[in-house]
Structures are given as structure tokens and as C-alpha cells.
């Protein structure tokens, strides 16, 4: 008991806090499910639920089978071999990631529709005039394109980083014996990276559940898009809940079969010596084929769509308020940059007491946090959205006592908007600083320990200083992440509250994507020089 309680501190209490703020709104899901159903319900799971279960598995399945396909080989090139462009294009194949999806979408069908500049030149310059239905990309095929340009980055980076780093002395041994490329790569390469292939396409599997704007923008039917429908269409939050809990159910269920895939095994470094894998310099056709190859993956997936936006950016230059513009840029700084400063904050706290309380249940609770960012968007937005209602009806007496007219202050407000991000993206944060944890040790934490100083001391004089790295890393993909994020602010932003995503997805929806471009812009600008940053950190950091 006595020992129990030696671990009783500041930064368990905290960390306990924090870890029950983040599971609580999952909970009013769990019990939603089992709430009394509506009339529209059964309508919906007898004519509907089936058709949003086989479009959301077939975007699922046919998207991880064409990243994996596309990061693999990626991968395999640069971990692998030398050729003209490769140092540039090490982290120029990343940016795709900077191009939200919807952005990516609408973009792609401004680029080939009827008046886009492909038909236009074909009709005006060749005097072809193709059917338009061989151009359409608004339907599944069209959503698995887009997916699979924006979200390949996933397997690439973490593929890449593996090979780069695990694989030196299993392919030196085989290049040894004589095997040849194709040869390592199939029966070396490939079985075992299927650990870091299957981390890359579980994040793109989740993503693509998650998303919204590009089902929304090409009307599929989908998960996401039936918890909107059914909850700003028919004013039914009962069945809204129900399909948020069927969602959580199906991705349950692909993390126990993606837990399955991988053997039992972690995605770990420590496994194997760290050394970098010698490079291979490709000569003749072979390094043309190579940087041709990622010049063409690099070009669809980030140039093309950069080029069309500058050019809508040129041609509608004026039609968008300037003030508007930087009104939406100023929101969306504010929110991304609280949501990844509380996360990093609770991440830290987190982090800390998992690594000074040595206890089973202090190892496990962290790593149940970062089940959030597992579950969809849609999802936790009406599983915050329950908690903030109740919340606001539990302090209705004080809104009285305090003069406040108003039922819903909590659920009106930003604080629920923050609240979500901090559960959606919370593992991200909490990832990096877990790590950074790892990589300093302990031992100049009990040095400071033994000469006196106390745990809080020791946290702000020791740790952080040198967790800096981390902290950065951590903050940069947060605030990205929520700077592209559409279904949780779309949902649960304040009235009148637009940020750069949600005003260039409603200019999209508007059929207005000329307008969208400069917020689009914007978004992919921003997220561009902060993955910049974070692979110069990354690389800079000590292995």
C-alpha cells in the first residue's frame, strides 16, 4: 500500500486527469450504441448501412494495395540506390503530404473536367474532342486516384527510414551470395519490411476513413459522410451515434487484424545494429528509368496540382477579400497552434509520469491514449459533442447563478472545438515526445535527482532542454495535421468561425474552386515549410 502510494505525485494526478479527459467522450458512443433507436435507424440499417460498409471497405482496401505498391517502390529506390535528383527528391517524394486530400480532389477534376486545361487544349489546339466520360474521376476510381497521390507519403517515410537504417546487413549478405535486385527485393526487402509497410498503410487506412471532404466533394457514400447526413440533414443524433459506433467497430477491427498481420511483432529499431545501407549507383538506362520514375510520382502527386492552384490563385486574384483571407489564415493559426501547444503540454505530462512511476498500470494507460487518433473525425466530434451538451445541461444552475441566458455555452464554444483536436491528434504528439524520452535516457535525470533537486526542477532544467528536438517535431506535425483537419471543425467550429480548410472546402462545394485556391494555397504553403523544417530536424537528430 505504502509503496502504492510513493507513487502518488503532481504528475500522476495530472497524467491520470488528462487520460480519463481524453477517454470520456468515447464513452457516451459506447452507451449511445445501446440507447434507444430512432424510426430513421431502421431505415437505415435495412436499406443504407450495407452500401456504406462495401464503399468504405472497397476505398479502404484498393487505397492501402496502391500506396504500399507506390511507398514501397519509392522506397526501395532511394534506400537503395543512387541516381541523378535522388537527394532532392528523398524529401521532395514527402510533400504530397502538405496537399489535403479534398484539396487534391477538387484540384484533379478542375485540371481534366469538360473546361479544364487538358479537354480545353485537346478541343482548341489538336481539334480532338474526347468523350468527357472517359475523363470523370468523380466516383471510387476516382477517390482511390486521389487517396492513393496524397497519402502514398505514409508507407514512403516510414518504409524508407527502415530500409535506410535496419536492412544493411541482411541485403549486403545477399548482394554477397549474388543474388541480384529483384531477387533481394522479393525474397529480402519485402518480408522484412512488412512490419513498417503495414504502420504505413494502417495510417492511410485510417485516413481514408476518416476523411470527408473528398467523399463529400464526389458524393460516396460513405461512413463519414452518412454521420453528417444523418445528423445536419435529419436532425437525428441517435442514429448519428449508432453509425459512429458502427464506424468504431470496423476500425477495431482492422487494427486487430493489422495487429495480426504483423506477427506479433513491434515496429521497433532496436531489434537490429543501426547503420546506414551503402548505396548502389545506378548507371546508364537504369538511373534514367529511376529518376524518371520519381520525377513522375513527384510531378502528379505535388507539382501539377501546385501549378493549377497558382494559376486559379493569378487568374482570380482580387475576387476573395484580402481581410478574409487573412481573417481565415489568423483562426486557423490560433486553433492549430492551442491544439498542438495543449498536446504537446499533456504529452509531456503524460510521457513524464509513464517514465518516473514504475508500475504496470503506468506503462499501459499512455498507450490507451493514443487509441484517438484511430477513430474517425465524424466519430469524435459526436462522441464531444454528447459530452459538451451534457456537460452544459450539469451546469445550467451556475449559468444561472452567473446571469448567463444561454443553456450552451461549453457547446458553442472554441474550447470544444480544441477539446477534439486534442483527442483526435493527441498520439501524434504524444509519439514524439515518448520517443524523445527514449532517446536521452534517465541517466541525467537521477544525476540531477542525486544532487538535490526536485522532480519539477529536474523536468524544466534536464528534460525539456534537451527533448527540444522533440517538442518541435511533436508541435510541427500536430499543428499540419490540424491546419488540414475538415470533419471535426466543420462540425464543431463556433458560428461564423471559418478557417483556411473549412472556407476552401465550402468554395469547392459552392462549385466556386477557382476562389478555393488561395486558402488551398495557403494550407499546402504552410504544411510545406513545416514538413521542410521537420525533415531538417529529423535529420539533424542524433540516431
Known sequence: MNKHLANVNGWTIGAILIIILLFLPNVSIVVGIF??????????????????IKSSLTLV??????????????????????????NFMKWALILPLSIPPFIGAYTYHGIINYTGVIQKTLRNHFDITPNPAYFDIMNVPGAIFIYTLFLYPYVYMITRIFLSHQAASLIESARTLGKGPWEIFFRIVLPISRVSIIGGASLVVLEVLNDYGVVKYFGIQTFSTAIFQTWFGLGDLESSIKLAGSLMGIVILILMIERLLRGGKQFSYSTTKVRPLPLVKLKGKNAVFATLYTLLIFSIA????????????????GNVPMGDVLFYTKNSV?????????????SLIVGNYSRIVHHKVAKLLPKLTVLGYSIPGAVIAVAVITTFIALDKLLGPVYQYLGIDSELVLSVSLFMLISAYVIRFFAIGYNSIESGFDKIGTDFRDASRMLGANRLRTFFRIDVPMMKGAIISGFILVFVDILKEIPLTLILRPFNYDTLAT??????????IMEA?????????????????FHKLLREEPK
Do not use: C
Open 302 to 317: 505535388f507539382l501539377i496540382p501546385i501549378i493549377q492552384l497558382i494559376d486559379w490563385v493569378i487568374l482570380t486574384f
Open 61 to 86: 482496401f484498393f487505397t492501402a494495395l496502391f500506396t504500399i505498391a507506390i511507398g514501397l517502390s519509392l522506397a526501395w529506390l532511394i534506400a537503395q540506390y543512387h541516381f541523378p535528383l535522388r
Open 35 to 52: 440507447a434507444p433507436a430512432s424510426d430513421n435507424w431502421a431505415h437505415i440499417k435495412e436499406f443504407m448501412l450495407l452500401n456504406y
Open 334 to 346: 490560433i486553433v492549430a497552434g492551442l491544439g498542438a501547444s495543449l498536446i504537446i503540454v499533456f
Open 503 to 512: 472556407k476552401a472546402f465550402q468554395y469547392a462545394s459552392d462549385e466556386k
Open 517 to 533: 485556391s488561395q486558402a488551398s494555397l495557403l494550407i499546402v504553403g504552410v504544411s510545406a515549410i513545416a514538413i521542410f523544417v
